[in-house]
């Protein structure tokens, strides 16, 4: 009898053992918690890309040099509008949703927007909080509602600012019903001088393009794709240039240099194939 409860404590004691042996697998932390930036699939790149033509087009009525789209600030503006949506939130800040009880939606603050695009837009300067709006379905109706704002419309037209991002997203979400969510961010990174093809037009169907290269140099040379590099000439902002006729997307480089200084920058645009 002894010997029989023995063997049954220890069969109790192995499988307490098993059971403790047995790994957790907690849920994996929330791409949407805390002030971060964590890459999100474009929802709808075409309009995106539509309301950086605007912009720039708005800011030739001025004068201004038109802004470069640039991968960090794509990526800041395209995560805060999927946050947004997620949290069920409206707001320039970095918000989470904290344990919201039946009825009610209790988010917290918790990051500036400065802050949050700062951490990612590494070596750069923000010009200053996102823009954003909701509930638009168009890119000019966004423009017009930011131009209409005296705050915002100096963000636009900013003279600091060289780069620029755009993010969009749109969707059911928990708190606030369906949203059109839209955010651009703006900025400059030091030592890095854009070349912007067309005002950052989306597609062209002509050779001829117009190119605006940032920064004050002694000369600039050009190539499109991999191809040879153009002769030295003086350097100017602003650049007529000849794209390769190859329907895709095409490539222009420009090299930089003032004595010992050198700087190369390129930019691209879809080329559609000329009209007949």
Sequence with gaps: MFGKALKLSSVIALLLGLVASVPSYAQPPSPFDG?????????????????VELINAHRATRRLPPLKLVTPLNETARYHAYDMLNDSYFGTDTQDLLEPSPGTVLVGVICSSIERVSKHYRGGTVAGPSLIARDLSTAEEVLNLWLSNPATRRLIESTSAREIGVGYAEGQSEFEGYMRLWVTDLGARRNVNPIVINREQQQTNQTQVELYIYGRWAQVRLRNDEGEWSNWQAFKNTLSWQISAVPGVRQVCAELRSGSRRETTCDTIQFVGATS
């Design 35 to 51: 002030c971060n930036v964590v890459p999100q699939p474009a929802m709808n790149e075409p309009l995106e890309g539509r309301l």
